[in-house]
């Protein structure tokens, strides 16, 4: 099998790089290595070349004359992506934020300031020092006049690689010594599930590894990739990404040809994935899917096809949930095969034939991350843990369930080596902050993320969240670093409303987001390849460390974000506590050295940091196979589950003692607020809009890379992907400019037809950069954002998490001249009084 020949090529990659657990010989021919697709990889001399990641990816790169001129994959990663290609890009993008700037109203007239102008991109360049003054002086005026209620500090968000400059850590290091303010609980990637599912299997699982790879492989008869895109999202990795999933998914292919692994993938289009593979697709009505699996449940349970004693022996709460399944619930609807067809569009003898294949063999279910970003999103997530339940195969080799197979190489097994930690995010000196003042005036210090927005539009309300009441704060200013929030949250004009109630808003980026544009203050922060660092190579194989070498000196007047912070704290005289009295080449030693000292205790050898600083890189063998959930199924009172009561629960009476209506004890099908295909208001806008991870950037990263962008936009703009037969029926043919809106807002985008849409569905990728023709409410979107469209409500009291993917629109083919592309580029530079002015001179 490949996967052999895999571990002898790390294994012999770990002996060349020292860094194995035992001497191990090298191959005979030491010049050569072998890859893991059974090649040769050619050793090649890289001096003068320096080391760097990113979370496509490790490479190197060469530096001329201060100036990045080429680079190359690591040649450890035999599955490098093209998105690697924009990094130069980003270093060199005309949207780089180039100096200290402040919005020329708020320069005028502070907080008092027009804020009905904030995105019309005209400001004032100032130099650093006026810059931080003025933070620090809305920080004083923040916790003097208001307190810790009216600040909010945001940093949720895929930052940039790197341990010792992770921003957000820097930044809410900082403020904290100035005093507290208001948090976020959750997140926007998996804001429903990682709050659902502690309650069913005891951990958020989204983030945790999952069955090795190889077991899947050899056990699996039956895989379903259910509303789950892995060759498109392994692209990218939370640390710098190794990629080493795609091997075992070219084995599969072959399984699949060699009809070996029976692989379904059950979406409502056909995915990246389902194409590589060239395996089965079940399509499903949007958002339905708890319609289609309540009827798979049905007939596993009316057919006895579901594993009693597994549920007895790892289970509770069948008995509370067979009830409303069957009809005898106040419904009074049998939740039948045919019932869930009129619903999901799923033939009712599909959904049997489906619910046999999956008990006759072992299956294993891997569940994507889209489906749960829906109103009511909690629930497929929990009716995919009940169907694994029922199955009985949790625990087991290539069965079970599985909601984080596509992301970061999961799956992959783990070396057990530690990584390097990161610069401290806490306060760990004992000295309170300058203002200790924990009075929030009754409102709740930490809301769920996606609400931001409802702190400023409905001040005080009280909703209801993960068991607890929460009192949204009136926010007076916020501080955004390593998040760009005017591209992850929903709803843009009803944001355009909200951030009008702020009287301050702080940016710290290295480009010119629609974040920035509507910022008050902008702090140029330099792109992760102008400062030096380290990172985890692999976030969940442990595969390495990698240095990241600095490429090329910090553009314009741009500073890392240590320096940024440092040179912050300076104005409270703590510069010292904050820093520990190092710098960023003192901090990069020390926590490659404390790493380098939690691995010989291991057994795992790591260099000196001199050398591993030469080298670029520490490499680690591979590790052994793991199942996921075997512990809790060898012994399940010895192991238990993180759950109330350590067992799987189908019914969960914690969740049920909340009482609330749009999230039961157990999970039940709930129509959604807009809906196509017959759903609410489909019959004024008939088209699902889905905004998934994009193929061609991570979130809105490298979409400021004008060569990634020339090589997938339609006419400078965002691709929007429709299936023919609506493409014909609204007169619109590929590479049209197109108009698509609903009553929230509307865009332009390019359109791309494909028969991997259906009827009534359409795609545009989030992440695309917000470019509106102006800041006034319902302006037109320039390049293609969808979070234009997206619905802007919490998936339910349980997790608020955001509901992007219910979303209904129309489109139309654009007619007339087309506005310039708004999104990209720098500000309009300005001098106090309004008045044009130079960059130079501004």
Known sequence: MKTINRRGFLKSLAALSGTAMLPMPLLADDSVLTNAKGGKLEEQDWSGWKMSGAHWGAFRARVEADKLVEIKPFEFDQYPTKILDGVPGIIYSPSRVRYPMVRVDWYKNRHKSDTSQRGDNRFVRVSWDEALDLVYEELERIQKDYGPWALHTANVGWRSVGNVHSCGNHMLRAIAMHGKSVGTAGDYSTGAGQMILPYILGSTEVYSQGTSWPLILENSKVIIFWANDPIKNLQVGWNTETHEAYEYFEILRDKVRNKEIEVICIDPVKSKTQNYLECEHQFVNPMTDVAFMLGIAHTLYTEKLYDKEFIDMYALGLDEFTPYLMGKTEDKVEKTPE????????????????????????????????????????????????????????????????????????????????????????????????????????????????RMVDCLLEPGKKINF?????????????????????????????????????????????????????????????????????????????????????????????????????????????????????????????????????????????????????????????????????????????????????????????????????????????????????????????????????????????????????????????????????????????????????????????????????????????????????????????????????????????????????????????????????????????????????????
């Open 339 to 450: 019932w869930a067809e009129k619903i999901c569009g799923v033939k009712a003898d599909r959904i049997r034939e489906l619910a046999r294949k999956m008990a006759k063999n072992r299956t294993q279910l891997c569940f994507g991350w889209a489906i749960q970003r829906q109103q009511h999103g909690e629930q497929p997530y929990w009716m995919g843990a009940i169907i694994a339940a029922m199955l009985g195969q949790i625990g087991l080799p290539g069965g079970g369930i599985s909601y984080s197979h596509h992301y970061s190489s999961v799956g992959v097994p783990a070396s057990g080596a530690s990584m390097p930690g990161a610069f401290p995010l806490n306060l760990d000196t004992g000295r309170k902050a300058k203002y200790d003042n924990n009075d929030y005036n009754g409102y709740s210090s930490v809301i769920p993320v996606a």
């Open 466 to 842: 993960n068991g607890h009441e929460v009192t949204l704060p009136p926010l007076k200013m916020g501080i955004f670093t390593g998040s760009n929030q005017w591209h992850r949250h929903q709803d843009r004009n009803r944001m355009k409303k909200g951030y009008r109630n702020m009287e301050t808003v702080v940016s710290v980026d290295y480009n010119w987001t629609a974040t920035c544009r509507f910022a008050d203050i902008v702090l140029p922060a330099c792109t992760p390849y102008e400062r030096n660092d380290l990172d985890a190579y692999g976030s969940y194989s442990n595969r390495g460390v990698i240095a990241m070498h600095k490429l090329v000196d910090p553009l314009y007047h741009s500073k890392s974000d240590f320096d940024i912070w440092y040179e912050f704290t300076k104005r409270m005289g703590r510069e010292i506590e904050y820093s520990r009295a190092m710098n960023e080449m003192q901090w990069i030693e020390q926590l490659y050295e404390d790493c380098r000292a939690e691995n010989l205790k291991k057994d795992f050898y790591m260099p000196e940091f001199k050398e591993f600083w030469e080298k670029g890189y520490v490499l680690f063998p591979e590790g052994d196979n793991w199942v996921r959930h075997a512990d809790f199924r060898e012994d399940p009172e010895v192991n238990a589950l993180g759950t109330p009561s350590g067992f799987i629960e189908i019914s969960s009476r914690k969740i049920a003692s909340y009482g609330y209506e749009d999230c039961k004890g157990h999970p039940i099908w709930m129509e959604k607020t807009e809906r196509s295909h017959g759903g609410p208001g489909s019959d004024k806008y008939p088209l699902w809009l889905q905004s998934v991870h994009p193929d061609t950037r991570l979130h809105s990263q490298t979409c400021e890379s004008e060569e990634r962008r020339a090589t997938y936009t339609v006419q400078d703009r965002e691709p929007c992907y429709i299936g023919p037969e609506d493409a014909k029926a609204r007169g619109i043919k590929d590479g049209d400019l197109v108009r698509v809106f609903n009553d929230r807002g509307q865009l332009l985008a390019g359109a791309v037809i494909s028969d991997n849409f259906p009827p009534g569905v359409i795609r545009i990728q989030e992440g695309a950069w917000y470019g509106p023709t102006g800041p006034e409410i319902g302006a037109l979107d320039t390049y293609g954002d969808p979070n234009t469209l997206t619905l802007d409500i919490g998936t339910s009291m349980l997790a608020q998490g955001p509901s992007a993917n219910t979303c209904l629109v129309e489109i139309e083919k654009f007619v007339g001249k087309a506005p310039a592309v708004t999104a990209f580029g720098g500000p309009t530079y300005v001098n106090p009084d309004g008045s044009p002015a130079s960059e130079d001179k501004g």
